[in-house]
């Protein structure tokens, strides 16, 4: 049967990129091609949508995959199908089985190869966004990605359909979103965002084009800063975070957010754009944190043994390389707080296991050494110990002993 691969796949070839991902799309109903094709290559195949017979293969080989997703026709005919897709970059066709047509050249009804050599980005009708307003994100996220110029007519539209986005799954909104902040340089597609209203419906923010400016300018100060000290955290930053946000993406986040929203507005926004526990807690941990004062503290009241320095550092909050980088980068102006943040990083890489410093003591051996009836005060004993040891104060195990010791002595004195 004649068969095609479009989309993405055609327009990554043409950049001599290496996709991972093949759309292909026949005029009937594929299903028993793509089982066959499954069992040609030792894939596995499932439904994506039975009800439109779509489905998709998956194909693993050690640690690389490939996703074949197969499709009938979306209108009556292969031109009609393109022209129904978003911009006219994914609109593009190559048959993979003879046809009465020259099966080696490339379908492209919507004039996508030409807008791709003039790094355009363009829809491929006036109805593109207003049939699923997600595509004003995904537009920003392809000009990021690709290094495109979203053309003037297509802002306007993309205009226009922003604030439906409202209405949009968040799940959609947070995978292309986090696809842009973690790509290379998110700005550009977050400046067509923001020009088009974007941005205050995604994060919910009442704010003008001055503070939405200012927020992107952030972003690229971040970026700036990063690059200038790619020596001290290069690998930590392509770490991911969650499925498609990278350490490097969350930070760019937080920088965006600084500007636009407060603090303990921030578990609101990531519930509400479904992002998971543990990114929402790590983007507040960032925005709650001041940097300058917890730096002041640090050349100030912090030992400078090693040990001491790590386990400063897991006070910071939910992430400590988080932390550490933002305040970096926050203590930009301040070379000695750097300076020292830099031993606090090598510190922390040294020692931690699991993302945490193994206490002297633990928690049983701090029970052990209270009275009945006084467990509930081990978690405090612990932190009062910790803060002892950052200050320089206990330095080995038999000092941490001591240390308790007076400390309950003193609480069954007060008793």
Not at 39 to 46: I, N, T
Not at 64 to 83: I, V
Not at 154 to 172: F, G, N, T, V
Request: net charge negative; hydrophobic share 40%.
């Amino acid at each position: 049967m004649e068969c095609f691969l479009v989309g993405g796949a055609v327009r990554d070839l043409l950049l001599e990129k290496s996709p991972c991902d093949f759309d292909l799309i026949t005029p009937g109903d594929p299903t028993d091609l793509a089982q066959d094709w499954a069992k040609h290559c030792g894939g596995r195949w499932f439904w994506l949508d039975e009800s439109r017979r779509q489905s998709r293969v998956v194909l693993r080989r050690e640690d690389r995959q490939w996703f074949f997703d197969f499709a009938p026709y979306r209108a009556a005919s292969l031109e009609a199908d393109l022209s129904e897709r978003d911009f006219t970059i994914n609109a593009m066709a190559v048959a993979l089985a003879p046809s009465s047509e020259d099966h080696e050249s490339i379908y492209d009804p919507c004039h996508g190869r030409e807008d791709l050599a003039k790094g355009i980005l363009r829809t491929c009708s006036a109805e593109s966004f207003q049939q699923d307003p997600l595509r004003v994100v995904r537009a920003a996220r392809f000009a990021s990605c690709l290094g495109l110029t979203m053309d003037a007519a297509s802002a306007d539209l993309a205009a226009e359909s922003a604030p439906k986005l409202q209405a949009i799954a968040p799940e959609r909104i947070k995978t292309e979103l986090f696809t842009l902040v973690s790509c290379e340089n998110p700005v550009t597609g977050l400046r067509i965002l923001g020009r088009v209203g974007a941005i205050e419906v995604i994060f919910q923010a009442n704010i003008d084009s001055v503070q939405c400016e200012q927020a992107l300018a952030r972003v690229e100060h971040l970026d700036r800063h990063l690059v200038e000290h790619s020596a001290l955290a290069k690998q930590s930053l392509s770490e991911a975070v969650e499925s498609g946000l990278t350490r490097q993406g969350l930070l760019r986040l937080a920088a965006l957010l600084q500007k636009l929203i407060s603090a303990d507005q921030v578990p609101h926004l990531a519930r509400s754009l479904a992002f998971s526990i543990a990114t929402g807690i790590r983007l507040q941990s960032l925005l709650r944190l001041n940097a300058e004062q917890f730096g002041n503290d640090l050349l100030t009241r912090v030992a400078g043994t090693p040990r001491a320095l790590a386990l400063w550092a897991s006070t910071l909050g939910r992430d400590a390389r988080d932390a550490l980088l933002w305040m970096h980068f926050r203590c930009s102006d301040h070379a000695d707080i750097r300076h020292r943040l830099e031993e606090v990083w090598h510190a922390w890489d040294h020692l931690a296991e699991d993302n945490r410093i193994l206490p002297l003591l633990d928690g049983h051996q701090v029970s052990e050494m209270l009275p009945e009836g006084k467990g509930r005060e081990v978690g405090e004993l612990l932190d009062a110990l910790k803060q002892a040891e950052i200050e320089g104060r206990i330095e080995n195990a038999e000092d941490a002993r001591n240390f308790l010791k007076l400390q309950v002595q003193k609480e069954i004195d007060k008793d």
